[in-house]
């Protein structure tokens, strides 16, 4: 971490701040000297709350009024926008796919598909109107190898990824730059106190994928724009 880090000084909104993964991107990015303009869908947690430089806003992202409503705040009270790391979650699956139940897309759809539309379009003037803004969305490998029991999962998933890599397209030419991050699994410092005996192979540390979205400012935007990036750890030795 370094305060000369290109995303100093610059103004990220980090959605699904509550999170573990949330919290975690948001202090990596005021360590980096960056202000931060953390939602919720409640208040946002004190651990964040209280950090220099972060701004909560509340709002319910599947709500397209509201959506807009809090991008408009956010650019009225910091000027612009200069990034934006959409990490709202949610799982459903586990079940044959003859048993999936149609409520869980219905829960997916709203919370990984419709709540990037609608912040990326609410915020989509003010992100290429910036002179280095960088988007993420957190994405799993199930969408390259989708299984029967996690069909909705990966399908929904598939689409949030099609919708950032259209936003990519629409950013060609211009300073600003989508990326999607693929994981497995997040491996959060909670679970490896719970089990400090387990291995949990594969799953990628939460710091890791801060570490990450930190780093999207120091790459150039036509090498950042349209990436779909595995943060899944190889196992040592593969050689891979």
């Known amino acids: 971490m370094?305060?000369?880090a290109a995303v100093a000084g610059r103004t990220v909104v980090v959605t699904g701040a509550n999170g573990a993964l949330g919290q975690?991107?948001?202090r990596?990015?005021?360590?980096?000297?960056?202000r931060v303009a953390a939602v919720s869908r409640g208040?946002?947690?004190?651990?964040?709350?209280s950090l220099p430089g972060v701004t909560g806003y509340r709002a319910d992202l599947a709500d397209r009024a509201a959506t807009a409503e809090a991008a408009r705040r956010i650019?009225?009270?910091?000027?612009?926008?200069d990034g934006l790391a959409h990490l709202v979650g949610g799982w459903r699956g586990g079940v044959a796919?003859?048993?999936?139940?149609?409520?869980?897309?219905?829960?997916?759809?709203?919370?990984?598909?419709?709540?990037?539309?609608?912040?990326?379009q609410a915020l989509y003037p003010a992100l290429v109107a910036s002179d280095a803004a960088r988007v993420t969305v957190i994405s799993s490998v199930s969408v390259a190898k989708p299984?029967?029991?996690?069909?909705?999962?990966?399908?929904?998933?598939?689409?949030?990824?099609?919708?950032?890599?259209?936003?990519?397209?629409?950013?060609?030419?211009?300073?600003?730059?989508?990326?999607v991050l693929r994981v497995m699994a997040l491996l959060t410092p909670r679970m490896k106190a719970d089990a400090p005996e387990r291995k949990f192979p594969r799953y990628t540390p939460i710091v890791d994928v801060a570490d990450r979205i930190a780093g999207l400012w120091d790459v150039p935007a036509e090498e950042a724009n349209g990436a779909v990036v595995s943060l899944v750890p190889t196992p040592e030795g593969s050689g891979s």
Do not use: C
């Open 147 to 179: 299984t029967a029991k996690n069909a909705m999962y990966a399908s929904a998933k598939a689409a949030a990824e099609a919708w950032t890599l259209a936003l990519a397209d629409a950013f060609d030419g211009t300073a600003a730059a989508a990326t």
């Open 97 to 120: 796919i003859d048993e999936a139940d149609p409520a869980d897309w219905e829960f997916l759809e709203s919370g990984l598909i419709r709540s990037l539309q609608n912040v990326t």
């Open 2 to 4: 370094s305060a000369l």
């Open 75 to 81: 650019v009225a009270d910091h000027g612009g926008v």
């Open 43 to 49: 208040d946002l947690a004190q651990e964040i709350s």
């Open 28 to 34: 990596r990015l005021v360590a980096d000297g960056a």
């Open 24 to 26: 975690e991107v948001v």
